[in-house]
């Protein structure tokens, strides 16, 4: 993810709860890392093709 996608998608996240002094612990994991394995995750996901589809697009019943 880029610089400026990063700026994009950090406008529209929360702000952490103990940021705001409403308690809580900080988080563990870095938010733009999180975002970056979601949308690796997705990338692969749009890639994979069942087994079982057929030429049309669609996937046939067990």
């Known amino acids: ?4 996608e990063w700026a994009v998608v950090r406008e529209a996240m929360p702000v ?3 940021l705001e002094g409403r308690g809580g612990q900080p988080e563990s994991y870095c938010h733009r890392q999180m975002v970056d394995a979601v949308r690796y995750l997705g990338l ?5 093709e069942p087994a ?11």
Not at 1 to 4: E, F, R
Not at 52 to 62: H, L, R, V
């Open 44 to 48: 692969q996901a749009a890639w994979f």
């Open 52 to 62: 079982n589809a057929s030429a049309d697009g669609s996937c046939e019943k067990y």
């Open 16 to 18: 952490p709860g103990w």
């Open 1 to 4: 993810m880029s610089d400026a």
